[in-house]
């Protein structure tokens, strides 16, 4: 499973690169408002540590997402269009989708707008469990219920995992076979943590301070 960091600080995206195991990074206006930092510019620095940037679209119409789209797709060959999962979205990512520009369909809730997205011509689709999990459903479920669709083999479309909000959200996704997981920044360094690994490193160190001088 792919993993992608949930943010627009390229601080960030620079500090988790560097374990060796980050595939891309998600973005979305929300994001990049909390930074209060030019959009492409943020996009660019991603795209020279990543291999997958998503970059979300803000145009309230289908020719303005299609406009927006296609310059997004100019400015890195690592650029993903983030397209929202309505009526307008669909046309916009099967626009885009006929012209080999990679599309995420964002804001996914359901088996059927997963469908419809991966039918429109889809790279990547975003349901977000957390914001399910949020309103008393399981959002998980929704994750299980898409990638038994998707066992048939009929889509080729990638499934990525969102709103995650705890490291059990990518065990789980893990493990019914997600092909993407993007996390949190706070999340994401909680990964690589426990208290055993702490411990047993801790008493490693503190032996080896009393065998490395004898001689």
Not at 76 to 93: E, I, R, Y
Not at 195 to 208: A, I, P, S, V
């Amino acid at each position: 499973m792919k993993l992608f960091l949930d943010t627009a600080n390229v601080a960030y995206v620079a500090e988790i690169a560097r374990w060796g195991v980050l595939d891309g990074v998600t973005t979305n206006p929300s994001l990049v408002a909390k930074e209060g930092k030019d959009f492409k510019k943020v996009v660019l620095e991603m795209c020279k540590l990543v291999p997958c940037v998503s970059a979300q679209v803000t145009a309230p119409d289908v020719e303005g997402m299609k406009k927006q789209g296609e310059e997004y797709a100019s400015w890195h060959k690592n650029v993903v269009v983030k397209v929202p999962m309505t009526t307008d979205g669909l046309q916009v990512v099967k626009y885009l989708s006929g012209k080999k520009i990679k599309t995420n369909v964002t804001l996914v809730f359901s088996v059927a707008q997963a469908i419809l997205a991966a039918k429109a011509g889809a790279t990547i689709i975003s349901p977000f469990i957390g914001r399910l999990d949020d309103i008393g459903e399981d959002g998980m479920v929704l994750i299980e219920e898409i990638m038994d669709v998707w066992s048939h083999g009929r889509f080729e479309t990638e499934v990525l995992v969102a709103s995650t909000r705890h490291p059990r959200h990518i065990i789980d996704a893990a493990r019914v076979g997600a092909h993407i997981c993007t996390i949190p920044y706070e999340v994401f360094k909680k990964l690589p943590q426990h208290t055993l690994t702490d411990n047993g490193y801790k008493k490693f160190q503190e032996d080896w301070e009393k065998v490395k001088n004898r001689g």
